[in-house]
Antibody, heavy 123, light 114 residues
Framework: QEQLVESGGGVVQPGKSLRLSCEASGFTFSSFGMHWVRQAPGKGLEWVAVITYDGSIEDYVESVKGRFTISRDDSRNTLFLHMNSLRSEDTAVYYC????????????????WGRGTLVTVSS | DIVLTQSPDSLAVSLGERATINCKSSQSVFHDSYNKNYLAWYRQRPGQPPEVLISWASTRESGVPDRFSGSGSGTDFTLTISSLQAEDVADYYCQQYYGSPPYTFGQGTKLEIK
């Protein structure tokens, strides 16, 4: 059974760092691009970042460029999101999501989502 | 960046009746070479992660009930629920995955029972 499980969320002060993890199981992790999508409390979905199946392409929404880094460890079937210089507007539930098809390009819709991990940035 | 605008923001429909949600894109998401529209629809039930219903604008995902259908091309798209069920109370989002990132979502439509 395909599954994604996020972890690493919590309460952090503005300007600090946090690393989120997403452990995958039930599918060949190394064959698929992976994404992070976030949802601020009571708000809609916002795409955050992508890494292609081979790690050759990473990209980010403009508001996190230079602060967030997406990475993957295929030996551990795990996706990461390293978040630096956190701001109050980064407060959200962060979901990892699997690309629905294998491609060398980052574009994809998402056929598998984790349950999310809450990041709260507050002093 | 491509902006997706959904309408309406909220919708109340009686059980068994039809619900229609629209999604308008600021630019075409139709890829000529592949003859496909790079647009998906998701349902997000309260307290749950999103789940994909429709991909490529009109392809129902495996396991999705046939009361859900998608239509449209280019910049204008529609999600239709032919006969609303109680479990369809949710927020609905369209998403474009055309070309380069960011892969934006619409602002969402809240669907309730009348």
């Amino acid at each position: 059974q395909e599954q994604l499980v996020e972890s690493g969320g919590g309460v952090v002060q503005p300007g600090k760092s946090l690393r989120l993890s997403c452990e995958a199981s039930g599918f060949t992790f190394s064959s698929f691009g992976m994404h992070w999508v976030r949802q601020a409390p009571g708000k809609g979905l916002e795409w955050v970042a992508v890494i292609t199946y081979d790690g050759s392409i990473e990209d980010y929404v403009e508001s996190v460029k230079g602060r967030f880094t997406i990475s993957r460890d295929d030996s551990r079937n795990t996706l990461f999101l390293h978040m630096n210089s956190l701001r109050s507007e980064d407060t959200a539930v962060y979901y990892c999501a699997k690309a629905a098809y294998s491609s060398s390009s980052p574009h994809a819709y998402f056929d598998l989502w984790g349950r999310g991990t809450l990041v709260t940035v507050s002093s | 960046d491509i902006v997706l605008t959904q309408s309406p923001d909220s919708l109340a429909v009686s059980l068994g009746e039809r619900a229609t949600i629209n999604c308008k894109s600021s630019q075409s998401v139709f890829h000529d070479s592949y003859n496909k529209n790079y647009l998906a629809w998701y349902r997000q039930r309260p307290g749950q992660p999103p789940e994909v219903l429709i991909s490529w604008a009109s392809t129902r995902e495996s396991g999705v009930p046939d009361r859900f259908s998608g239509s449209g091309s280019g910049t204008d798209f529609t999600l239709t629920i032919s006969s609303l069920q109680a479990e369809d109370v949710a927020d609905y989002y369209c998403q474009q995955y055309y070309g380069s990132p960011p892969y934006t979502f619409g602002q969402g439509t809240k669907l309730e029972i009348k």
